[in-house]
């Protein structure tokens, strides 16, 4: 890719180490103190300092109030409706509607993003009667703490060293915002609805990408994206399979791969500074990344097999939400209050 030939600027460079290092704090941590879910703790100061390129206070307080709110929503419908999947879907696409509406008003992205996340893979996991609700809400409310801590941490020890242009808002029609509301709560209901079905617990990876699929907001941007985030997941998934191969037996040692997440962790991250596209290719590898060290990398585990079983499912999860995503596009476009264009 002609990315790699530009050279990174100075306030690139410092989004690339504080993504680098916030993200492996966060797993170094993790493991250190054996919290659960793992993934949490890696993935979400991933998401947090590579989406918003500054750290803000309206950037943490959208992060802890969707923690907050999945924990409090996650709760109740899995003591109230967990045994009950009829009454469940129609509150669950309102829970997901609410949440890609704050999405396509941009100012609340963040928020929305972050809890589409959350919510999807929470009650996915509270599903399970073995699954402690307690300790699944409070690991994921405490990631999201952690990750703003962490993230006002790194930016303080490697701040900007120019101003960034403030980006530019682009109004949206009303009938575009209803589009892109219904289109991704839709899909994100049926990937709920599809992962519960085939008792699917073990591919978080891909009911990852069916949510992030969405994140463009559109048909166009998903089909784009979609492509982005398949180069994304095999570059991440390589980059496991090659870890674990140079770890070998060693792979249980956090001081072995502690170093190692770090330099895929910069690697994918340069990648992502020079895109600036928000959700592409180097994004799509991060995210792989996280998952893969934050949830699978444990001793007696296998990377090896998880990379290759989440290559497929990924791939799979790709080509079947973008049918989806195409048809229901398609129907909404049918009517002027949901036209979003063609």
């Not at 947090?48 to 802890?64: D, K, S, T, Y």
């Not at 923690?67 to 997901?96: D, Q, R, W, Y």
């Not at 994921?140 to 980006?167: F, Q």
Request: hydrophobic fraction near 55%.
């Amino acid at each position: 890719m002609n990315l790699w030939h530009r050279a990174l600027t100075a306030n690139e460079l410092r989004q690339c180490l504080r993504i680098a290092f916030g993200c492996t704090l966060g797993f170094l941590l993790c493991k250190m103190f054996g919290w659960n879910y793992g993934v949490f703790f890696t993935v979400t100061p991933m998401l947090l300092l590579g989406m918003v390129p500054v750290m803000n206070g309206h950037a943490a307080r959208q992060l802890i109030a969707a923690a907050v709110m999945c924990g409090l929503e996650v709760g109740l419908l899995g003591g109230l409706f967990g045994s009950h999947p009829g009454l469940m879907l129609p509150i669950v696409f309102l829970l997901f509607l609410y949440r890609f509406a704050a999405m396509s008003r941009g100012s609340l992205f963040l928020f929305g993003a972050n809890g589409v996340l959350s919510l999807s893979i929470m009650l996915h996991f509270a599903s399970y009667p073995e699954t402690d609700l307690n300790d699944l809400i409070f690991s994921n409310l405490w990631a999201s703490v952690l990750s703003v801590l962490i993230a006002y941490l790194m930016t303080a020890l490697l701040p900007d060293v120019e101003p960034r242009p403030k980006p530019a808002a682009s109004p949206k029609e009303p009938h575009r915002m209803r589009h892109e509301a219904l289109l991704g709560a839709s899909i994100a209901t049926l990937s709920f609805m599809v992962f519960q079905l085939f008792d699917l617990r073990d591919s978080m990876s891909a009911q990852a990408t069916t949510l992030l699929l969405l994140f463009p907001m559109h048909w166009n941007g998903a089909l784009s994206y979609a492509r982005k985030r398949a180069m994304g997941t095999l570059l991440g998934v390589s980059f496991g399979i090659l870890g674990q191969l140079v770890l070998y037996d060693w792979s249980g040692q956090l001081l072995l791969v502690t170093p190692l997440l770090w330099l895929g962790a910069m690697l994918f991250s340069h990648a992502h500074v020079k895109e600036a596209s928000g959700s592409g290719v180097g994004f799509g590898a991060l995210t792989t990344l996280g998952i893969l060290f934050g949830q699978y990398l444990t001793p007696g585990n296998d990377l090896v097999f998880s990379a290759l079983y989440r290559v497929s499912s990924i791939l799979f999860a790709i080509v079947v939400t973008l049918l989806a995503c195409y048809l229901i596009h398609r129907v909404l476009n049918h009517f002027e209050a949901t036209r979003f264009g063609h």
